[in-house]
């Protein structure tokens, strides 16, 4: 079984609002992470928020270290609850590839123009803690090298939205 993550405990500072409320292609980025990763997972939850359409899980150890503690919040939960692996993505990244899963499927694999966006089995959960409670820095590339996850590439960036700017040039004109 798969849990989907959707890692959005961004602060949103380049945006000016809460950019997992803004719309795009009639829904909310929030809405439409979810969605996406419905597509592909057993379950899907949304860590870094207090109100989603889905449950909602805290970061692992606590907030404010990053999307590192956003999955392993994830993580924990999975391995807590049985599923095999988790599949994470950002709230501000609407355009995921169709095929997502395939490509990153087995475990452990992420997108190399985009680390936040990954399959990991639940036993990195062990390696994502130490990270973060250890010294050094907490990034999702730190997990991935440690865990010898593969990084997959992918044809041309992803879209991800970080201003008012980067959604309204995703938009049909």
């Given amino acids: 079984m798969i849990l989907g ?7 949103s500072r380049r945006f000016g609002t809460d950019k997992a409320l803004a719309r795009f ?15 592909w997972c057993d379950e899907v939850v949304v860590v870094g928020r207090e109100d989603a359409p889905v449950a909602v899980l805290p970061d692992w150890p606590r907030a404010g270290m ?12 999975a391995q807590e609850q049985a599923f095999a692996s988790v599949l994470s993505a950002p709230v501000d990244c609407p355009l995921l590839p169709d095929d997502l899963l395939a490509r990153l499927s087995p475990a452990p694999a992420f997108l190399l123009d985009q680390p936040v966006i990954g399959h990991w089995p639940v036993a990195a959960f062990a390696a994502a803690d130490a990270i973060l409670m250890g010294e050094g820095r907490r990034s999702m590339r ?8 593969r990084a997959v590439a992918c044809e041309g960036p992803l ?5 008012p700017e980067d959604l309204a040039a995703l938009l049909p004109r």
Avoid at 5 to 11: E, I, P, Y
Avoid at 25 to 39: H, N, P, T
Avoid at 66 to 77: F, M, Q
Avoid at 142 to 149: D, H, K, P, Q, T
Wanted: proline residues 2%; without cysteine; charged residues 15%.
């Fill in 66 to 77: 990053g999307p590192l503690a956003g999955l392993a919040g994830a993580l924990r939960h």
């Fill in 25 to 39: 292609a009639g829904e909310s980025l929030l809405e439409r992470a979810v969605a996406q990763l419905q597509a």
């Fill in 159 to 163: 879209a991800n939205v970080n201003t």
């Fill in 5 to 11: 993550v959707v890692l959005a405990g961004g602060q």
């Fill in 142 to 149: 730190r997990l991935a090298e440690s865990i010898g996850a």
